[in-house]
């Protein structure tokens, strides 16, 4: 039995969906602990191109139960069209549980953080409007709607009056917006309570029962380390933690169940929205991993940032969320370059910084130092063994794992399931 967590361990992107893609053959259970829609894995199976926003990866599996837990917050439109997308591909979704005590984003969330970016200016924080801010603030007010109250129709009905009511006059007092009409959201998430019911349950039973009985777990990571609310470069983060500890909030599962933390870490480092990105590239070399690696958002279609592998970043993620091992993603976007480079450090003012700042003027001013790499200039997407690869990638991956002081347990050279190097025994 394992129960296994994967987190991002950079600004998101890094591939988390394909490592649990692969890894979801061994569990007999995925679980999506944290984030909302906002948060989208892409998946290739069999040259099929999946784009999931709320759905664990693992669905891809049939037979495996998947878990949408409580630290999720949920727009049933994006749920509920996610299944009839899938469900027309054939994919079975009959094992799919929600948390009865996750919350729903509503429409007001998405108004509110769309009105509250633009209000923000020149200080904008980058949210992708989908809502996720505003319904985690209900959440921490205690004014949220949970999933077992949209299926309480009496319970539904005062809470959504009372949050309509209160919205309204924040709308229309301070944003000079019409508001929302309580009687049409009724009738709409009325209908939305009668398809999510028979995928609604006490999830936090399901799992610990699961770990009684020796399964194998995977907590599946959204978003990343340098986005989570209290370790992330604050305030440019999102509403949650994707942090290994929020998997085990988020799901109903103590720390002392988990036997596994791997860290999804890209080659080189992207981030989407605003905030401080040292070793961000604005050349040719920027552009070029940008479009081999097709850096464009899963859910906004954004472009991404686009700089060269930061290990302070995952040095630092490595120490927030105790990591076993790294998975090491993407690595054959970089088939083609002459040099690569690894930032090992920051300088400020002339002095190499210990550890990674919180403040952002520091971060924003830090010099990145580098150790520069020889390329390896062929093809790796065909190579399955670790010791197949040119050792020129070998001195790449040997050297991150130095500095990180981490292992590296898998080498992903592809999109592809199968385009995957086991380097260390993960069950």
């Not at 054939?90 to 007001?108: C, E, F, G, T, W």
């Not at 129709?153 to 959504?160: G, H």
Request: with cysteine; charged share 30%; net charge neutral.
């Amino acid at each position: 039995m394992a129960s296994i967590i994967i987190v991002g361990t950079q600004w998101g992107d890094e591939g988390k969906g394909k490592i649990v893609d692969y890894l979801a053959d061994k569990c007999e259970y995925i679980v999506r602990s944290h984030g909302g829609s906002n948060a989208g894995h892409t998946v290739m199976v069999n040259n099929v191109k999946y784009k999931l926003r709320l759905l664990p990866s693992g669905i891809l599996h049939k037979d495996k139960i998947c878990v949408i837990g409580n630290g999720v917050v949920i727009e049933p439109k994006v749920f509920l069209s996610e299944i009839d997308d899938l469900m027309k591909k054939n994919v079975n979704i009959s094992n799919l549980k929600i948390s009865d005590r996750a919350h729903i984003i509503m429409p007001y969330h998405k108004i509110l953080d769309e009105m509250q970016e633009a209000d923000l200016g020149e200080n904008k924080l980058g949210t992708t409007k989908n809502g996720i801010g505003p319904c985690y603030m209900d959440k921490a007010s205690r004014l949220g709607i949970r999933i077992c109250d949209i299926i309480n129709k009496e319970t539904f009905k005062k809470k959504l009056k009372f949050n309509v009511e209160l919205k309204n006059k924040l709308l229309k007092k301070l944003y000079n917006h019409e508001g929302v009409d309580y009687d049409n959201l009724l009738k709409e998430y009325l209908e939305y309570a009668d398809r999510l019911k028979p995928y609604i349950a006490d999830t936090s039973i399901i799992l610990n029962k699961a770990v009684k009985e020796n399964k194998n777990i995977l907590f599946e990571g959204a978003q990343a380390t340098m986005l989570d609310l209290d370790y992330g470069t604050y305030p440019f983060v999102t509403s949650s933690n994707p942090s290994a500890g929020g998997a085990c909030t988020g799901s109903g599962i103590g720390p002392s169940k988990i036997d596994n933390v791997i860290g999804v870490v890209k080659a080189y480092s992207t981030r989407v929205g605003e905030g401080p990105f040292p070793s961000e590239l604005f050349d040719d070399v920027g552009q070029f991993i940008r479009d081999k690696g097709g850096e464009y958002g899963t859910v906004t279609g954004r472009a991404r940032r686009c700089g060269w592998l930061d290990a302070c970043v995952v040095k630092y993620a490595s120490y927030v969320n105790g990591l076993d091992s790294i998975a090491l993603t993407r690595l054959d976007i970089l088939d083609e370059l002459d040099k690569l480079k690894i930032c090992i450090a920051y300088k400020y003012e002339g002095k190499i910084l210990e550890g990674y700042p919180a403040d952002l003027e520091i971060l924003s001013k830090a010099e990145p130092v580098y150790e520069e790499f020889d390329g390896w200039k062929t093809s790796i997407k065909d190579i399955r063994e670790y010791d197949k690869l040119p050792e020129n990638a070998k001195k790449y991956l040997k050297r991150l794992s130095e500095i990180i002081e981490t292992d590296i347990s898998i080498v992903s050279v592809g999109a592809e399931r199968e385009e995957t190097i086991i380097v260390k025994d993960i069950f």
